[in-house]
């Protein structure tokens, strides 16, 4: 590690060619999809926190949009095709350097199944979501925020921070 | 490049030592600072687009949120203390592999000046914004969006992608 001229923070700068790798926070998007009012869930086949329910999203790739990736990871994830209606929420993770950003939209033929990453999908009414099998404290934001601002009748764009000790 | 196990995209895999070097999109993270109505505003001193004018905002870096990289941002760019107040604007500029974020957020006592990064920090009336000189199109967007609120009186949060064609 070493400060690059003009920089403030120590970076991996590489010993042979005096590259600078910087690092930066990762965004994790992802989409609550709703289908005649039932939400769209996954239970997770994988590590972390598998078994338990989340709502599709994972890593931005270079070169999409943040809609792009909410799309393509309900696609891998969920094999469903979503239409992207607003964003829903930003979660900050600090703590692990990441800023996880859902959008709410709409299933375009209610279809869906379990990609790889899942173990199955389901279309879940309000009344039937897990809340004690949610993976990620962000998810259950999302799910939050979105069920008030439903019986309100009016969506907004909601910001928090994921503090370490209250997730885990 | 690779495509590791599991994965579906082509990956840096270090030949020595296996490990896997992701590249993901980065976030801009800024802020559209007020003080009596007035928009605080830089004028850039380093490429890309040195001369023109900006809102102050720089790569979010690891361990914080996305308020605090605004904070911290102000604080270098024009020396000047922020309370963030509500995001305003998130603009995806898919083919340089970024996510710009603006915050709306009030100065604490009015001070400002011009960080290392700028040659000079004002506070703009709306009628005086050199719209002609504005660095980014993600920084003019983040701009009219809130100028349009303002006057309307209700306060969004705005998406848009910076599409290359029209930007650059």
Known sequence: MAIPPGDHLPRYVCEACGS????NPRMVVGCLAEW???ILLCRRAIEPRKGFWTLPAGFMENDETTEQAAMRE?????MAEVEILAPLALVNVPHISQVHFMF?????????????ESLETVLADERDIPWGEIAFP?????????CE????????F????????AGG
């Not at 962000?138 to 979105?146: K, T």
């Open 74 to 78: 309900t696609a891998e994830e969920a």
């Open 138 to 146: 962000s998810v259950r934001y999302a799910l939050e925020r979105f």
């Open 36 to 38: 005649q009012g039932r």
């Open 149 to 156: 601002d439903r019986r309100r009748g009016t969506f907004g």
């Open 158 to 165: 909601h910001v928090s921070t994921w503090e370490k000790a």
């Open 104 to 116: 709410r939209g709409r299933l375009k033929d209610g279809r869906h199944g379990a990609g790889p």
């Open 20 to 23: 600078i790798h910087y690092q």
